[in-house]
């Protein structure tokens, strides 16, 4: 089993910070890439930012230049420092995990979910 774990979400006012850290355990062999999606109420689930381990990064127009994603590798954790908040950053924010798990196939994992709630 693998389980990924996020914390550090919220609220906050517009402006703000927040650092989300997502935890990857279980029977893991290899991880390729970490990252988080989010989806605001009415709205298809989208990338907000990847790492791959080598540190390579993809992020979303939306967020450049605010949100930074890093990764420590012994760890298997990924984190999304969220700079200068705005309204529209409002959504559920979900880590997930391009890995291999022990005796399985390469695959998607997903995280529950974490609430990032920007107002005043």
């Known amino acids: 089993q693998v389980q990924l774990v996020e914390s550090g979400g919220g609220l906050v006012q517009p402006g703000g910070s927040l650092r989300l850290s997502c935890a990857a355990s279980?029977?893991?062999?290899?991880?390729?890439?970490m990252g988080w999606y989010r989806q605001a109420p009415g709205k298809q689930r989208e990338l907000v930012a990847r790492?791959?381990?080598?540190?390579?990064?993809n992020v979303a127009d939306s967020v450049k230049g605010r949100f930074t994603i890093s990764r420590d590798n012994a760890k298997n954790t990924v984190y999304l420092q969220m700079n200068s908040l705005k309204p529209e950053d409002t959504a559920v924010y979900y880590c997930?995990?391009?890995?291999?798990?022990?005796?399985?196939?390469?695959?998607?994992?997903w995280g529950q979910g974490i609430q990032v709630t920007v107002s005043s």
């Open positions: 790492i791959t381990g080598g540190g390579s990064t």
């Open positions: 279980g029977n893991i062999f290899s991880i390729y890439a």
């Open positions: 997930y995990a391009d890995l291999v798990q022990r005796g399985f196939n390469r695959g998607d994992y």
